[in-house]
């Protein structure tokens, strides 16, 4: 498969060694000195663009894909006010798109984990719950994607809580989402239930950016030669 890696920093290049491990052609590794390289012409000698650049190149990044009718997996975070607009365009002008906030298959598992214990948490108004994230220092968006995604989730089935705030809070309507900044950390997940019985936390930590770089790659291969909208919950049959 022909990939064009969009983004060629920490991600892109993560990706660029699972890909040609498992035997895939980079045709392009496009970054913010090599931008003519995301022209039609460039772009549709791919068969899957990737793009890990980050929260204010996303959208447009995502366009120029579209406009070469190449299918594309978005790992960017932090764009998402971008999301209702990218997928009418999608299905408009009959493209692939696939965005997850992480590719990891274990973060993905948690995902399904934190909705199970959210569906048993949501009659059980003694607990309080609280979430907290944790990256490295070069993160520019917080909170991040992936506790988004955690907190939306856990907000359609505990509807006690109405709406995240990213710091703390007293008011019991709000659901607290702390961002914690250090190296090398590359991507912690916890939520707490607390009463004054117990607490129950759970708590996804990766290790390294393997996980979220291999899950790119596998999204791109069963991404290819599709037209529509998907998420990591269609790669992985979750
Ligand atoms: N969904 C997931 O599983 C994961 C998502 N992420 C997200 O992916 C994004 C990238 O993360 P990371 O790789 O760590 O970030 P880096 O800062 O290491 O890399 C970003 C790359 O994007 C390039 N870039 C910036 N602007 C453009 C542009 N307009 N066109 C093309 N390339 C551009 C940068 O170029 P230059 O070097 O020239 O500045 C750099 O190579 C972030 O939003 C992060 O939150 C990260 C990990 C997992
Ligand atoms: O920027 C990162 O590094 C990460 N970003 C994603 C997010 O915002 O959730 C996924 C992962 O946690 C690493």
Redesign the pocket.
Known sequence: MKIAL?????????IETIAVAKGHEIVHR??????HL?EKEELSKADVAIE???????Y??ILKCFAANVPVVC?????LEHLPAVKSLCLEQHQGFLY?????VG?NIFFEINKRLAELMANQSQYEVKMEEIHHT????AP???AITLAEQLMELVRRKQEWVNEETSRPEQLSIISKREDPA??THSITYTSAIDDITITHTAHS?EG??S??VIAAEWLKGKTGIFSMKDVLSL
């Open positions: 969009i983004g060629y920093g920490k991600m892109g290049k993560a496009i970054d913010l000195s090599s931008q995301l890990f650049t980050g929260p204010e190149t996303a447009s990044n790992g960017s975070t932090g764009w997850a906030s992480n590719f990891s973060v070069q993160k520019r968006d991040s994607g992936t590359p991507g950016r979220f770089a899950g790119a």
